[in-house]
Every structure is written in structure tokens, then in C-alpha cells.
């Protein structure tokens, strides 16, 4: 159930031309493949009701979580934004203000994983493309799956970053044996040496945790992630949990994926 109270949904309803039951210029296919597209959701279920367009996005907005909707009213936005002349009408400046104001109040508390999927775009990589959007998706949703994928993303970008290397990953090592292996391999396994040097000392730290990270995802997982039958009492994890696994993991990944890419791989040849 989203936060979108009735004062929320005056200037959406007003900038998607909401009034007569339309809902810009869709047609009941068009917006069914949007809304599919967008949030994997089939807004022509009973759930959504029997009606108009207008009033199966109302239920839409009512029945499901912040980020689903956020999604949904980001997608409508920059429909609007981009066709214009396509609608037949003026888009008002202070509606169309109003909106992204309700847009991003939404989004505030939602984990971005857009940082990520940038960086893991420039590489054929559709399986850990396929792990972003379901990790990102079930945060709210199904937390437990979340706390799944997030594991998931880890052993796949460590695994794919050492095969991209030339050094394949056989078997199935322990978390903490797959992040050594890539953190050696990409030479950020923390330096042992003299301290005294507070930017040295501080980067080892950092890269020490690296790895800590990990595994308190790992560890989480056998906890609560699914990959494990469970008791039938067993206690759902909390959302907010959910989404601290899911930005550790984006910031592990983010960061083994930059500097993959930044590190040319050494295949022993000279420069020609």
C-alpha cells in the first residue's frame, strides 16, 4: 500500500488528465503494456478493479508499495515530457511541478540502484542485470527474496569479473574465498605495512570492510534470504534490512565492476 494521500493525487490526476475515466492518450492495451513493462504487473487483473483506466491506475496507486508507484508516476512524467504535442492540451508548469514534488517525496526512502546498472551496462552481462531488478524490486515486496538476490549479485560479480580475467571460478567456494580471490585480483585486498600515513591507513580499513561486507550479506541470507526452507513461524525480515543488504551488495558490486573496468587485464604481452 503506497504513502500517496488524496492531497498527493490532485496534480497527478490533473497532469495524467485523470477526469473522464482517460488517462493520457492510452488505450486499455497500451497502458497494460506500459504498466507490464515498467513494474511487471498486469493491470488488467481483477485486483485493479473493473473499470476505466483512470480508475484502475487509482487502484494501482492505493494497492501497491512506494517503489512500485514511484516507478509507475516516473514512467507517466516523462511520457508527458517527452510528447507534449502528442496530448492535445498545455502541460501546466505548477501541476507538472507538483507532481515531480509527489514523485520525489516517494523515492526519498527508496534504495537507487541506477548507479549500478551504469556501471554494469557497458558488459554483456544479462543474469546480473536480470539479479539488480530483482533484488530492486522484491525489497518491499518480498524482503527474504531480496536478501536472496543480494547474495546472488555478489557471487555473480565476483564469478564474472574472474572469468572476464582469465581466471574462472570452479567449484563453489565460500564467501569469503570468492571476494579474496577478486579482491587480490584486482589488487584491493587491503596492504599490510607501515602505518602513520592517515590516507593509507584509512583506505586499508575501508577495503578491509570490503570483504566484510560480504559476508554479513552472506550471513544474513542463511538467516532470512530465501535458498532455505523455513520453519512455517519463521518471521518475515524487516523491509528496511532487506534494502541494507541489497545497497551493500550495490556498493560491493559497484565498485569490484568500476575497477574491473578501470584495470586493463594483464595478459602478460608487451605494449605494441
Known amino acids: 500500500m503506497s504513502s500517496l494521500t488524496h492531497i498527493d493525487r490532485l496534480p497527478l490526476e490533473r497532469l495524467f488528465r485523470m477526469g473522464g475515466g482517460d488517462l493520457l492518450n492510452f488505450s486499455h492495451r497500451s497502458l497494460a503494456e506500459f504498466i507490464t513493462e515498467t513494474t511487471r504487473l498486469d493491470i488488467t487483473s481483477p485486483k485493479y478493479g473493473q473499470g476505466s483506466k483512470a480508475n484502475r491506475m487509482r487502484q494501482l496507486w492505493a494497492l501497491e508499495d512506494d517503489a512500485t508507484v514511484a516507478k509507475v508516476l516516473s514512467g507517466l512524467i516523462a511520457k508527458v515530457e517527452a510528447g507534449r504535442d502528442q496530448f492535445g492540451f498545455d502541460v501546466d508548469a505548477k501541476v507538472l511541478a507538483s507532481s515531480k514534488e509527489v514523485l520525489a517525496r516517494l523515492s526519498s526512502g527508496l534504495l537507487s540502484l541506477e548507479g549500478l546498472k551504469a556501471e554494469v551496462s557497458p558488459f554483456d552481462e544479462p543474469h546480473i542485470q536480470k539479479l539488480i531488478e530483482r533484488m530492486e524490486e522484491s525489497i518491499e515486496r518480498d524482503p527474504s527474496f531480496a536478501v536472496g538476490s543480494a547474495k546472488d549479485l555478489i557471487e555473480a560479480v565476483c564469478r564474472t569479473v574472474l572469468r572476464e ?108
Open 165 to 272: 580475467r582469465g581466471k574462472p571460478v570452479e567449484g563453489t567456494p565460500e564467501m569469503p574465498e570468492l571476494t579474496k580471490a577478486v579482491l587480490a585480483e584486482l589488487d584491493l585486498a587491503p596492504q599490510k605495512g607501515p602505518t602513520g600515513n592517515k590516507t593509507a591507513d584509512t583506505t586499508r580499513r575501508l577495503l578491509s570492510n570490503l570483504g566484510s561486507i560480504t559476508q554479513g550479506v552472506a550471513e544474513l541470507r542463511n538467516l532470512h534470504g530465501t535458498g532455505h526452507g523455513r520453519d512455517g513461524k519463521h518471521e518475515e525480515i524487516n523491509p528496511r534490512y532487506a534494502a541494507l543488504a541489497a545497497g551493500a551488495a550495490a556498493t560491493f558490486s559497484r565498485f569490484v565492476f568500476g575497477t574491473h573496468k578501470a584495470k586493463p587485464v594483464d595478459n602478460g604481452e608487451s605494449p605494441s
